[in-house]
């Protein structure tokens, strides 16, 4: 199975494990575990959310501007 959201896509292979791609590029693969869960979870919950955490690309967007907003500056 192949799912893509926003830059995202991921490939379920027959062994079971889940293969990540960002742009097209493997991000992450999940074995056992985590990719059982991960399965699992994308069926309930929004697959780009998922597959950002899954890479560690979840803190991506407002930091930068967060950062040098006036109630955060020393």
């Known amino acids: ?40 979870a994308v069926e309930t919950e929004d697959p780009q959310e998922l597959m950002a955490r899954a890479t560690g690309n979840y803190r991506r967007g407002n930091e930068r501007q967060a950062r040098s907003h006036p109630r955060n500056r020393s």
């Open 1 to 40: 199975r192949r799912m893509s959201a926003e830059g995202f896509s991921y490939t379920v292979r027959k062994s079971g494990d889940v293969v990540i791609t960002h742009h097209g590029v493997v991000a992450a693969t999940l074995r056992g575990h985590a990719a059982a869960r991960f399965v699992a």
